[in-house]
């Protein structure tokens, strides 16, 4: 069933510093959504673009959030946090509610474009092209900084 859902879904989420946050708390502006984990090569890979897109977008109103899978360990998460200075929201999504949320993510990474309506515009399993995913967020009125 190639019929992905179109909306994003209504969850609420804790960081790992112990923030409560609602996704919908974002509608407005574009969310890039990353389910990763720290045992996954093309996730760790791929952090020092992410960090750098946060740097580009966040001023004008990205908002990232980090979903590391529920198979992962919290002191596993946190270690990786700091080591690589990921400055995006982070949450462990130990009962995959936010997986299961998301139409069932298993594999790491996939990402997930939400623009500012709150429609999912992209689902991307493995490595971002980060030159197509800038344009995207031009195009939904992000200024880069």
């Known amino acids: 069933n190639n019929d992905h859902q179109k909306s994003m879904p209504e969850l609420s989420f804790t960081t790992i510093e112990g923030h409560q946050h609602q996704l919908t708390e974002y509608k407005g502006k574009p969310i890039l ?4 984990a720290t045992d996954c090569p093309g996730c760790i890979q791929e952090m020092p673009e992410l960090i750098k897109l ?3 977008f966040s001023k004008s109103g990205l908002t990232m ?4 899978m529920a198979y992962d360990s919290i002191n596993h998460i946190k270690a990786m946090q700091s080591k690589q200075q990921m400055p995006y929201l982070i949450t462990w999504d130990k009962d995959a509610r936010i ?6 993510v ?3 990474p ?10 999912i515009v992209m689902r991307k399993i493995g490595a971002l092209n980060f ?5 995207k967020l031009v195009n939904m009125g992000l200024a880069p900084s």
């Open 106 to 108: 298993r594999v790491t």
């Open 110 to 119: 996939t990402h997930f474009l939400i623009n500012p309506d709150g429609d």
């Open 54 to 56: 946060y740097h580009v």
């Open 99 to 104: 997986a299961t949320a998301f139409d069932n």
């Open 65 to 68: 959030i980090g979903v590391a």
């Open 131 to 135: 030159n197509r995913l800038h344009e």
């Open 33 to 36: 959504v990353i389910f990763w």
